[in-house]
């Protein structure tokens, strides 16, 4: 099974900064990831699908980049709904399609 | 729009038995790969079930295999999955989850999840 890790597991940032999140595949996965955002009691929603691009209705703030196993996912000028946990999948090639571990965004 | 409602979850003693629901409209559901996803508290996105749109083919991950079944009812746009010899580490939020990809752009779905249920909490414990 192909592994998903995800860096930092935890972010302090402030609204208005500039966040990145990297995310790690164990084989080449070519462009087949997408990401997601979970806010707490809530189901996880769609932001981005292979690799880079921005599902419908999401800001613009939100970008996502990278092919083969290193990925990241990059928020310009975070806002307060921003703050929220971020998790990684795989979907190349067939099941089993894992997730990263999350990484959480938290207030300074 | 698209929507997804699970029913079923609740509190389940070891060794027991549970069928989620999930009830699905917005979509032609018959031509979309369904999954189920859970998250235990506190912990991170697992991958649980898929079924292929007219059902013809089925995964689950080594966590299920043998305990859990997934079906689906066209006629009533409807997943289901069925849950047996439930442990604790079974206990979390399972979410009903529908593939971007119709059944046109491949057999399997893609596996990537554009739609999401709000989640059936399932608690096993004595």
């Known amino acids: 099974d192909i592994q998903m890790t995800q860096s930092p597991s935890t972010l302090s940032t402030s609204v208005g900064d500039r966040v990145t999140i990297t995310c790690r595949a164990s084989?080449?996965?070519?462009?087949?990831l997408a990401w997601y955002q979970q806010k707490p009691g809530k189901a996880p929603k769609l932001l981005i699908y292979?690799?880079?691009s921005l599902q419908t209705g999401v800001p613009s703030r939100f970008s996502g980049s990278g092919s083969g196993t290193e990925f990241t996912l990059t928020i310009t000028s975070l806002q307060p709904e921003d703050f929220a946990t971020y998790y990684c999948?795989?979907?190349?090639?067939?099941?089993?399609?894992?997730f990263g571990q999350g990484t959480k965004l938290e207030i300074k | 729009e698209v929507q997804l409602v699970e029913s079923g979850g609740g509190l389940v003693q070891p060794g027991g038995s549970l069928r989620l629901s999930c009830s699905a409209s917005g979509f032609t559901f018959s031509s979309y790969t369904m999954h189920w996803v859970r998250q235990a508290p506190g912990k991170g996105l697992e991958y649980v079930a898929a079924?292929?749109?007219?059902?013809?083919?089925?995964y689950y991950a080594d966590s299920g295999k043998g305990r859990f079944t997934i079906s689906r009812d066209n006629s009533r746009s409807t997943l289901y999955l069925q849950m047996s010899s439930l442990r604790v580490e079974d206990s979390a939020v399972y979410y009903c989850v529908k593939d971007e990809a119709d059944d046109s752009r491949g057999y399997y779905g893609s596996g990537c999840f554009d739609s999401w249920g709000q989640g059936a909490l399932v608690t096993v414990s004595s």
């Open positions: 292979e690799a880079s």
């Open positions: 999948q795989h979907y190349n090639n067939g099941f089993p399609y894992t």
């Open positions: 079924m292929t749109s007219k059902g013809g083919s089925v």
């Open positions: 084989q080449n996965i070519n462009s087949w």
